[in-house]
């Protein structure tokens, strides 16, 4: 793949071609490896409290701290990318999250492993570079299209991580699994050195102004707002299902282990894998119409799971797998969607812009995995579901509100 000079530095011009086949997929593919680094631990931490005598406490911070650092990266890094060469800080993050996994690796103790999780948290962020990238590289007539693709890649990586991570701990033992991660980064760094073009800045802003410029561009764009408020209710049911998945399965009445649970995830995939469908309906229908579409599926697909205690145990798994297809389906292609229209807002901000977007989407996600833990001890699983469809009731009366169309 051969380097290109340069791009044009906020939106595509209507004279910009499309980009390659090629230069999508390394896109899509570093975006995935960056993004499937926050979840590696998570499969592991039985042998990892095993194997270097620490508690099952201890170790339980090491995701706790990824996250962490994911959100610090997504509130003070991202917006960098308005600032400077976006194909710099993909690359200087690349080699901070090989460095980091290599040390993860090497961990001779709980201590170093926590430190390097949190460095690996903030260097992930790199999937946040990638798509506003995308988004630049791309024409107004397919960015839905292109973005969709690249998130395809993204999601993918969220969703097989865990899988991947726990077939390789368990046959090659748990410093393997980070060794190759850091070695998968390593080949995307290389890929995008050679394969990726510059990005000029679009803001000459210094850091205390770029990260102060965060609350006018909240307050003066009403779409940042519905498309921030509408995800983030959006992913307090998508986390509260997740978090709680395999403590239901565990119990009554399927008594089924962390690998069925893990199979849900591959179900959850085929959302994953429409988001480029999604991004070609929005660039010919509109993003609101995509927006909506999506929003009522998630209703809907949490709205049957309420008819599971009238059903046999087997029929309930069905309509758990069926469901989370639906919801997935819903959520990613609304995020396509919400990604379109924040794109198109001021392609000058796209970096600070799509920041805002996902530490919305964050927030809802802690939020949803804390009451969801709550609502599940306290209720039993169809408060889950109760609490998945009020949000998803929520998000669609944000989309349906007058003057959201006019917002966008």
């Known amino acids: 793949m051969s380097s290109i000079p340069s791009t044009h530095a906020a939106g595509a011009s209507p004279e910009v071609k499309s980009p390659s086949v090629g230069l999508v997929l390394l896109l899509a593919t570093g975006a995935g490896l960056g993004v499937a680094s926050l979840y ?26 990824t996250q962490l650092g994911y959100a610090l990266g997504l509130l003070l890094l991202a917006p960098l990318g308005d600032r400077y060469d976006r194909r710099t800080i993909i690359l200087v993050k690349a080699a901070v999250l090989c460095l980091a996994l290599l040390l993860a690796g090497a961990s001779p103790s709980v201590g170093m492993l926590l430190a390097t999780s949190l460095v690996i948290g903030l260097a992930a962020t790199m999937a946040q570079d990638i798509v506003p990238a995308a988004a630049t590289l791309a024409p107004e007539a397919s960015r839905g299209k292109t973005v969709g693709t690249v998130m395809t890649g993204l999601l993918l990586g969220i969703l097989l991580s865990r899988v991947v991570s726990g077939f390789v701990a368990e046959h090659f033992g748990w410093r393997t699994m980070f060794v190759a991660a850091a070695g998968s980064v390593a080949l995307i760094g290389l890929a995008a050195w050679r394969g990726l073009p510059r990005f000029r800045p679009t803001t000459q802003l210094s850091y205390g102004a770029l990260m102060g410029s965060l609350l006018s561009l909240w307050a003066r764009h009403g779409a940042l707002r519905r498309a921030t408020l509408a995800q983030g209710l959006l992913a307090v049911g998508f986390s509260a299902f997740w978090s709680t998945l395999a403590v239901m399965l565990h119990g009554e009445p399927f008594h089924l282990g962390s690998a069925a649970a893990g199979a849900f995830g591959l179900a959850g995939a085929a959302g994953a894998l ?17 927006t909506r579409l999506g929003t009522a599926l998630v209703l809907l697909s949490f709205g049957v799971m309420a008819l599971a205690p009238w059903m046999q145990p087997q029929a309930q798994l069905g309509l758990l797998v069926a469901g989370a297809i639906g919801f997935d389906l819903g959520v990613q292609a609304t995020l396509i969607a919400h990604q379109t229209i924040v794109y198109g807002i001021e392609p000058a901000a796209r ?9 919305g989407m964050f927030i809802g996600m802690a939020v949803g995995s804390a009451l969801g833990a709550l609502m599940l001890a306290q209720w039993g699983w169809m408060a889950i579901v109760g609490l998945a469809v009020a949000s998803a009731a929520l998000a669609l009366v944000v989309r349906l509100w007058p003057g959201a169309s006019a917002a966008h």
């Open 40 to 65: 590696y631990s998570q499969p592991m931490l039985g042998v990892l409290s095993t194997e270097i005598g620490a508690s099952a406490r201890s170790v339980g911070f090491i995701p706790t701290l």
């Open 274 to 290: 429409a988001a480029p469908l999604a991004g070609r309906i929005a660039d010919k229908r509109g993003p609101e119409v995509v």
């Open 351 to 359: 970096s600070r812009l799509n920041a805002m977007l996902f530490v």
